[in-house]
């Protein structure tokens, strides 16, 4: 029998997401928007089962198994409480909240239920991302020194983000969380976390926004110090004034290197005596593999790739990483094992007290 999964929110981001998977869906699909007549018009367009107007009407269905949200980050609390109290599995997109008080509540309430949740963080599965670290487990670069990730664009020229400079609450810091960094620079965190390991500390810089009138950092430059004296570099900004984009990894090791763009094809390695490609398949988003592992989870209760552990760990660096920038100094992490609400604590302390204004949302648990 056929997973039953409704897509809750219809917007552009979700049509991209169906135009990746192309009909290689192996699970019944629905849809669901507060807007019927969008749910309708997705449903006909995608070949869906059946459509909902409203994200209620879809969790309270008795045939829906899973329910995968595609909201504004400071509703993804209430999308998981709505999922839960329903008996229904949860994927949703990144970050997994918009600031870490609501991540630990999401950690605790998945960690008291028996349903699987998932973040849909793409980076995970990229063909690129996936190689790279067996390649790295199996040892052929050495022991790790450098984590180097460049992601740039002009996003306001730039169609395959157009949601990211369209939608009006990702302008809102109380609904997105922090700017650009943390809608998409939080890929990169993944992508360096995965590869790397959880940092020890960050030092970051911000440069001067291209589109200075939302207020919000559009691109950020993030030193790591990584597990066993690792580096790890972020280079991010969707303020860089170029008609297309650079999408490079770069992940040397004492015996070679790895070079390779992230929504690529094929990847270099590089050693003292060989230089070699590897090719890794068609280029695709990573959304297949997404949910692949979703549904194989929901089927054989697996732990899936993607946690909400991860999906803290990843917002934990991204807010130490705003935290840096607002006291000018590095900021040490502490990789806590345990998440439960009385233990937890916040995994960096601040340098001082003072807070510029418009950084008053990211406020200490």
């Known amino acids: 029998m056929k997973t039953s999964i409704?897509?809750?929110?219809?917007?552009?981001?979700?049509?991209?997401?169906?135009?990746?998977?192309?009909?290689n869906i192996s699970f019944d699909l629905y849809f669901a928007s507060r807007n019927e007549s969008k749910s309708r018009s997705f449903a006909e367009k995608f070949n869906g089962k059946g459509y909902f107007g409203s994200y209620h009407e879809a969790a309270s269905a008795t045939y829906i198994d899973a329910l995968y949200f595609l909201t504004p980050h400071n509703l993804h609390l209430e999308n998981v409480k709505m999922g839960i109290n329903n008996g229904k599995h949860v994927l949703i997109e990144k970050p997994i909240a918009h600031n870490l008080e609501d991540a630990l509540e999401i950690v605790?309430?998945?960690?008291?239920?028996?349903?699987?949740?998932?973040?849909?963080?793409?980076f995970r599965f990229l063909p690129t991302i996936v190689k790279s670290k067996e390649l790295i487990t199996s040892g052929v670069i050495g022991d790790l020194r450098l984590v180097q990730v460049q992601r740039e664009l002009n996003v306001n020229n730039s169609r395959d983000v157009n949601p990211l400079k369209t939608d009006d609450w990702r302008q809102d810091i109380s609904k997105a969380g922090g700017g650009k960094f943390l809608d998409a620079g939080i890929h990169d965190v993944d992508a360096m976390v995965n590869l790397g390991g959880y940092p020890e500390s960050v030092y970051a810089l911000?440069?001067?926004a291209l589109n200075k009138s939302s207020g919000l950092e559009d691109g950020m430059l993030v030193s790591a110090k990584m597990p066993d004296g690792a580096i790890g570099l972020i280079q991010f900004s969707f303020g860089t004034p170029i008609k297309g984009f650079r999408d490079n990894l770069w992940v040397t090791g004492t015996k070679g290197m790895l070079s390779f763009s992230s929504f690529g094809t094929k990847i270099l390695l590089d050693t003292p005596a060989v230089s070699r490609t590897i090719r890794t398949?068609?280029?695709?988003?990573?959304?297949?593999?997404?949910?692949d592992e979703f549904i194989s989870a929901i089927k054989t209760g697996k732990t899936p790739a993607m946690t909400a552990e991860n999906g803290l760990k990843d917002l934990e660096v991204v807010m130490a990483v705003y935290h840096s920038i607002q006291t000018g100094y590095p900021v040490n992490l502490t990789n806590a094992a345990d998440y439960s609400k009385d233990s937890y604590q916040v995994p960096y302390q601040l340098k001082?007290?003072?807070?510029?204004?418009?950084?008053?949302?990211?406020?200490?648990?």
């Open 6 to 23: 409704c897509f809750v929110g219809c917007g552009r981001y979700a049509a991209e997401v169906l135009n990746e998977l192309n009909g």
């Open 108 to 122: 605790r309430l998945i960690r008291e239920s028996n349903l699987v949740f998932m973040l849909a963080e793409n």
């Open 281 to 291: 398949g068609v280029h695709y988003m990573g959304m297949l593999g997404v949910f």
């Open 352 to 365: 001082s007290p003072m807070l510029p204004k418009n950084y008053e949302p990211f406020s200490l648990l």
């Open 206 to 208: 911000e440069p001067p």
